[in-house]
């Protein structure tokens, strides 16, 4: 090696570092997910996510005024009478996610407000849409209802709505549906390449989804697919998206790497509960430092090509960067 190139050189002190720094994290481009149940003055902890809850619209108001974020992902807990075989509670003008909207909107006007759209909370079978005869998922009767849940969403103010349900053509439908209805303005936030993963299991307690038989690989991608995962996300920019999204993050950064010099649109990537929790409790048993290697987990996912991360660390990876 010639010794009169040294790269050390540039990493010496905290300043030299800061100033070769190739990715920065700022808390702007972090989304905080956010659980809301029926009723009123209603919280219950999430045992498997420290220090999540899921809060009845009165109180997520309440926690919005003081939320550190810009930027909020809203999903509905219905309780269990609030459950059927479509999911149609879901797609009333009265229905949970729009209440929360409308709560949240009075509370913080000026925040951006995403709403999730997937009816696995809301059907009994906790399948992410209505089943057909043969007891799969019948994806075109399916996109009907995406589309009307997406359509009362906007119409109670969210921003953007984000279909996870991994139906073929949701988005051109959702699109269609919130063009007519006088919503050109609420954007698409896909979730283009969402993978049948191990890691949601902490969000299925939290969100009361887990599927009642069967699983979700049938419309979900399979983790080994990188191409795959690529043509699903163009196919929806194709379709209309605003945004596109990689779910979970970490165990998919080539993914996240990949959409990112495929498309031009603005990537997302979601540090989903498993990713969380793993962090969380690992430091708990003392096995890592917490704040340490959270930051560097959402500066991988940022380096590898997300404009924006949903966590449920933003609030606190929030208050660590403005210190």
Excluded at 156 to 181: C, F, K, N, T
Aim: hydrophobic share 45%; net charge neutral; aromatic share 6%.
């Amino acid at each position: 090696m010639d010794l009169r190139i040294r790269p050390r050189r540039n990493r010496r002190t905290g300043a030299l570092r800061a100033l070769a720094q190739e990715t920065r994290l700022v808390p702007d481009q972090l989304i905080l997910p956010l659980f809301v149940v029926p009723g009123e003055r209603r919280e219950e902890p999430v045992a498997a996510m420290p220090g999540v809850v899921r809060l009845s619209p009165d109180l997520l108001a309440v926690r919005a005024e003081k939320l550190a974020v810009r930027a909020v992902l809203v999903f509905g807990v219905p309780d269990r009478g609030g459950k059927d075989a479509t999911g149609s509670t879901a797609v009333r003008d009265d229905a949970l996610v729009p209440a929360a909207v409308r709560a949240l909107r009075r509370a913080r006007p000026e925040l951006a407000i995403i709403t999730d759209v997937c009816l696995c909370a809301y059907t009994d079978h906790g399948h992410c849409g209505a089943l057909g005869a043969s007891g799969a998922i019948d994806n075109d009767r399916t996109l009907g209802l995406l589309a009307r849940m997406a359509e009362v969403h906007a119409a109670a103010g969210a921003d953007l709505v984000a279909p996870s349900a991994m139906a073929d053509g949701q988005v051109r439908a959702i699109r269609e549906r919130l063009d007519g209805s006088g919503f050109a303005e609420t954007g698409i936030v896909s979730y283009a390449a969402k993978f049948a993963s191990a890691f949601y299991g902490p969000f299925r307690e939290a969100a009361g989804s887990r599927p009642a038989f069967g699983d979700r690989r049938a419309y979900q991608l399979p983790p080994a697919n990188r191409r795959e995962a690529v043509r699903d996300a163009l196919l929806d920019e194709a379709e209309g998206a605003e945004w596109l999204m990689v779910k979970p993050a970490l165990p998919y950064l080539d993914v996240i790497s990949d959409l990112r010099a495929a498309s031009r649109l603005p990537v997302a990537a979601y540090q989903v509960s498993g990713e969380y929790a793993m962090l969380k409790h690992a430091a708990a048993a003392g096995a890592l430092d917490e704040r340490s290697a959270a930051m560097e987990s959402l500066l991988a996912i940022r380096r590898a090509g997300a404009d924006a991360i949903v966590t449920y660390y933003a609030e606190e990876a929030g208050q660590w960067l403005d210190r």
